[in-house]
């Protein structure tokens, strides 16, 4: 948590609640727009969407743990289930589209015209 600025995160492009599962959480379709900062901690390898990854989706693009805490911000942890797609345009362009169970329910109606934005 304390190198989320530096973490893979993507601007979300499209968000779907799909039909709830058994266990009584919410199951959420989600593209995102090409991965910036692609590279998960300091290593070579280039970060790709795979299931059971954990993310922070949120109405902003956190630096900080502390940015979690301010006051008017929606944000909730996300668990990858299952990638549907991942777009390769060349090296430094990669689109997601997976589905995830969301830690807490997500309004997505409420959400207007915010930006949401996906971190790995």
Partial sequence: MEVLSTSPYAKVVSLERLKSP???RSLYEVKTD????RSPGHGKELYKTSP???FILADFKP???NDLQRDGSIWSFALSAQVLNEENDNV???KS???FIASK???I???GQKSLFIIF
Avoid: A, C, P
């Avoid at 090409?34 to 900062?37: A, L, M, Q």
């Fill in 22 to 24: 058994s266990f009584g």
């Fill in 34 to 37: 090409n991965w910036k900062n």
């Fill in 52 to 54: 059971s990854d954990l």
């Fill in 63 to 65: 630096e900080t743990v």
């Fill in 92 to 94: 430094t362009k990669l």
């Fill in 97 to 99: 589209n997976f589905k």
């Fill in 105 to 107: 329910d997500i309004d």
């Fill in 109 to 111: 109606d409420g959400m």
